[in-house]
């Protein structure tokens, strides 16, 4: 193990080198990145690899529109309606979110007005807040507000689904 100096001397050097590749431009730059097998990338997450086209969008809370108006909706943005499944308020508590952890089925999760309380949320103050603190495990969450208040209306519907990875990854691309 090395001692407290000699690992501050090492670290200078290695910062002291980083500078001057920088500083040479691009080409020297990573050259010393490869050199130390170091990237500059964004860190893949396990959607990074997801098949956004053919995953599905998951809609969790209470609807305050009927599943033939959400359906218009996706119709007019070019979404098929059958790539949305539903999970209504009652069964958002008991809904086994934690088995969507690395799954690939879904690309964005959507929620409107749920109970706070849910399965297996870790001490959490509620289901979507757990899912945003290991957002790189799950799913897109999306919040459909109105006024800071989570509501599933005709608006919210529609600007959550333009949000999605999916809109922006295949429709927009």
Same mark, same amino acid.
């Given at each position: 193990? +090395? ?11 290695? !910062? ?17 990145? @490869?050199?130390?097998?170091?990237? +500059?990338?964004?860190?893949? @997450? ?9 995953? &599905? ?8 529109? &009927?599943?033939? =108006? ?9 979404? =098929? %309606? ?7 308020? =009652?069964?958002? @508590?008991?809904? %086994?979110? =934690?088995?969507? !952890? ?12 749920? %109970?706070? /309380? ?20 799950? %799913? ?9 208040? +989570?509501?599933?209306?005709?608006? &919210? ?6 949000? @999605? !990875?999916?809109? /922006? ?5």
């Amino acid at each position: 193990m +090395l001692d407290f100096n000699k690992l501050e001397e090492i670290i200078d050097k290695f !910062r002291e080198e980083l500078t001057l590749a920088n500083r040479s431009g691009e080409e020297e730059l990573n050259a010393f990145l @490869t050199k130390h097998n170091i990237s +500059l990338e964004k860190e893949k @997450t396990c959607y990074s690899y997801c098949d956004i086209g053919n995953s &599905q969008i998951l809609i969790v809370g209470n609807l305050n529109i &009927q599943i033939k =108006d959400v359906n218009g909706i996706c119709k007019n943005l070019g979404i =098929d %309606p059958n790539r949305l499944v539903y999970v209504s308020y =009652d069964e958002a @508590t008991n809904y %086994p979110f =934690d088995n969507l !952890r690395y799954s690939n089925k879904y690309s964005d999760i959507i929620f409107g007005a749920i %109970p706070h /309380k849910g399965k297996g949320i870790d001490g959490f103050s509620s289901i979507i807040t757990y899912l945003e603190s290991n957002a790189s495990e799950f %799913p897109n969450v999306i919040r459909a507000t109105n006024s800071n208040e +989570l509501n599933l209306n005709k608006t &919210q519907i529609k600007n959550a689904l333009i949000k @999605t !990875r999916f809109y /922006k990854e295949v429709l927009e691309g």
